[in-house]
């Protein structure tokens, strides 16, 4: 297998990556080397006969939609390939890229005839090639309804697209409203992107914890008490106090602004419902409503300031798809990760415990229970069981638990290291402990950890959508993550 150069740019070397990373290269490096062979059409004067004599169209390069669970490299591999492909470009999140799309469209609400959308993709698009767009997400009816003729125009431009995604096509919008006239977006994605399956494990999971001995700054706040003071005086006191401004109101557009209640320099604090909106209990009590900042508003934050601070986050019901406050502060995830935004939270739980007990974490618990009301200590597990188990030996150790063969599976999944077919006793024992602390909101004792981007059938897709927000909060409070931001930042 060649190895592309641009591979060598990587944080990962080549040969850690996985079977399937190293697949998604290969095919990478085919639409950078299509791409950039094109030779795109001069503009020249034609005679008058051969107007009635049409032209050759040009072999379309075809594009990728790349999908895969968490923590998968998608991103990673996506812009490392961007950063070496020398074309008129474009790089962007899916989120800012319909913001873009629907700015667009109002400034041409009254325009009349079939060509709006092909001057929206022209004046958003410019003169790109090449289209590059993380996190594909469609849960905005607004969105949803105007991707088919959008993309259609995008396509016809010859701009080559290349996404990522956690889901593949067919399962996009999902339980949307009106979800069957979005329908024909997906075979016209189809017709213009090779559908890439990245099946690799959650790299971000091995740099977690593995800095636990060092002395990195706290980033996730355990507060029982819930009243945001050890938050609030770290904030307080990281700066001088005359440096702190109170109620900075902040321009995100012509007709809007909004307020931010402390800020220093490029940080700024907040507490949950400043950003993310009231419980619907604060209507019932009379006391002041407060609404999401929304999309515009969590993008313009994180454009302003490189640290958020948030207090009094409360623990969120992953199976609840109409609780709209937890929608807005998985996008607000989403908007600081893409930014790689330094995230500093106080929750009155565990982060393990934020979004409750659902998918992986369940199971992790329910297992972990099992396993230690029948054996005190690893060597006892060892006694009974191979020191090292295969999937059916795991199967066979849940049995003996009294756990039904698909959770077993479920779990082996989530905890098998990347390019192992077995499991030891050993690595067992220390993701159920590792679990178990964390619900305490204890630091774990190994960097061991499940994934949590597991596929699970009978799960909801608000509770996938959870465990995908859970990973990536676990990496935003990990060293790694946190060095990154300190590369892109500083000290500023």
Request: aromatic share 10%; glycine share 6%; charged share 20%.
């Amino acid at each position: 297998m060649t190895v592309p150069s641009w591979v060598r740019v990587m944080r990962l070397p080549f040969q850690k990556l996985t079977p399937s990373q190293r697949e998604l290269c290969v095919q990478l490096e085919r639409v950078r080397v299509a791409v950039e062979s094109r030779v795109e059409p001069a503009p020249a004067v034609r005679s008058w006969f051969s107007r009635f004599k049409p032209e050759a169209p040009q072999p379309a390069v075809r594009g990728m939609y790349i999908y895969g669970g968490v923590g998968q490299g998608k991103t990673m591999l996506m812009d490392a390939f961007y950063d070496q492909v020398s074309l008129p470009k474009m790089r962007m999140h899916f989120h800012d890229f319909m913001i873009r799309v629907q700015r667009e469209m109002h400034l041409h609400k009254s325009d009349t005839g079939g060509t709006v959308m092909g001057t929206v993709a022209r004046n958003v698009l410019g003169g790109v090639r090449l289209l590059c767009m993380d996190e594909f997400f469609v849960n905005h009816i607004s969105d949803a309804m105007v991707l088919k003729p959008l993309f259609e125009n995008i396509f016809q431009m010859g701009v080559v697209v290349i996404c990522t995604s956690n889901r593949p096509p067919e399962d996009l919008y999902q339980g949307g409203l009106n979800r069957e006239r979005f329908l024909p977006f997906i075979p016209l994605l189809k017709s213009y992107c090779d559908v890439f399956n990245l099946q690799a494990h959650d790299f971000r999971q091995e740099h977690n914890f593995s800095d636990s001995s060092e002395r990195v700054q706290r980033v996730y706040y355990f507060d029982p008490k819930d009243d945001g003071n050890a938050l609030t005086n770290d904030f307080r006191g990281g700066g001088e106090a005359a440096s702190i401004v109170e109620n900075e109101v902040m321009k995100v557009s012509e007709l809007r602004s909004i307020t931010v209640p402390l800020s220093k320099g490029g940080e700024a604090f907040f507490r949950f419902s400043n950003l993310c909106g009231s419980s619907t209990t604060a209507a019932s009590n009379n006391d002041k409503v407060e609404v999401s900042l929304g999309t515009e508003g969590f993008i313009a934050l994180a454009e302003r300031f490189h640290t958020i601070w948030i207090s009094q986050v409360p623990q969120f019901d992953a199976s609840n798809h109409m609780d709209g406050r937890l929608r807005s502060f998985m996008l607000l995830i989403d908007v600081l990760y893409e930014r790689n935004t330094k995230l500093l939270i106080a929750s009155k739980v565990p982060l393990l415990q934020l979004f409750g007990m659902t998918g992986i974490v369940k199971v992790a618990e329910d297992f972990q229970n099992r396993l230690y009301t029948r054996y005190v200590s690893v060597d006892k597990l060892c006694s009974e069981f191979p020191a090292n188990l295969s999937k059916a030996e795991f199967i066979k150790l849940g049995g003996s638990l009294g756990l039904p063969s698909s959770r077993t599976n479920l779990f082996f999944n989530a905890i098998l290291a990347p390019g192992e077919d077995s499991v030891s006793a050993r690595r067992v024992w220390d993701i159920c402990e590792n679990h178990r602390l964390l619900l305490q909101g204890n630091p774990p004792a190994t960097p061991h950890l499940y994934r949590f981007d597991i596929r699970d059938e009978s799960v909801m897709e608000n509770e996938f959508v959870c465990s995908r927000a859970l990973s990536r909060l676990f990496h935003m409070c990990s060293g790694n993550y946190l060095q990154q931001h300190h590369k892109r930042f500083g000290d500023q």
